[in-house]
């Protein structure tokens, strides 16, 4: 079975530019997540995603981050404009989601590694 | 919102000894608790979950125990091998409703001293 894969693998741009982030999730899971990973931290929840919906995204910085997962596979998030602080690995994840909601494991993808400078 | 934190952030031991993480989160409502290991330039790659049904769960050489009145878990790795060495974080959330992305710990960074 593939893994979840994620284009570019690296990304390097000046502050204020615009970026966008490729996810496919593995193939028939139902909810997609993006984290963003600082540096020496743990991934941090950007948006959850079940099918085409977006379930949560109370932790997106709304003003210059926006996602999309049109038809319910995959997924863009992009950064428009990009600031200094935004330099991180994107990661995206995703999770079938059997009835009942018992299934919740997540499958990480490689990341994006953004520098902004 | 629920708060992970993970100790100790560097742990370094020799091979065959064991080495023990643990985590604790504030959100009584959370009910799963995964365990994932990153390597470097990888995304994390799921080790174990418990769910809080359950006291303590094993697969081969790691196990992990939920302590629920306390609100904190642990990760038991014994018999460590130089593969072993990695970043290892812990995370929680609230499954089975709508909204359950991860809260993750800050990591730790397992060295197996050969």
């Known amino acids: 079975e593939a893994g979840v894969a994620q284009s570019p693998r690296y990304k390097i741009i000046e502050k204020r530019q615009s970026v966008a982030f490729w996810c496919n999730p593995i193939?028939?899971?139902?909810?997609l997540y993006w984290y963003q990973q600082i540096l020496g931290q743990g991934p941090k929840l950007l948006i959850q995603?079940?099918?085409?919906?977006?379930?949560?995204d109370s932790q997106l910085p709304k003003d210059r981050f926006s996602a999309e997962r049109l038809k319910g596979v995959d997924s863009t998030l992009k950064i428009q404009p990009a600031k200094l602080e935004d330099s991180a690995v994107y990661l995206c994840?995703?999770?079938?989601?059997?009835?009942?909601?018992?299934?919740?494991?997540?499958?990480f993808g490689p990341g994006t590694r953004l520098t902004v400078l | 919102g629920e708060n992970v934190e993970q100790h100790p952030s560097t742990l370094s031991v020799q091979e065959g000894d064991s080495a023990v993480i643990k985590c604790t989160y504030s959100d009584s409502a959370s009910n799963y608790f995964p365990w994932y290991k990153q390597e470097l330039g990888k995304g994390p790659q799921l080790i174990i979950d418990?769910?809080?049904?359950?006291g303590e769960k094993k697969d081969q050489r790691i196990a992990v125990t939920l302590n629920k009145t306390a609100k904190h878990f642990s990760l038991h790795i014994t018999e460590t091998q130089p593969e072993d060495s990695a970043v290892y974080f812990c995370?929680?959330?609230?499954?089975?409703?709508?909204?359950?992305?991860?809260?993750f710990g800050k990591g730790t960074h397992l060295i197996i001293q050969p």
């Open positions: 418990i769910r809080s049904n359950v």
């Open positions: 193939s028939g899971h139902a909810t």
């Open positions: 995603f079940q099918n085409n919906g977006v379930v949560d």
């Open positions: 994840a995703s999770s079938p989601r059997l009835s009942g909601g018992g299934r919740v494991t997540q499958y």
């Open positions: 995370a929680a959330s609230n499954a089975g409703g709508g909204a359950d992305g991860l809260t």
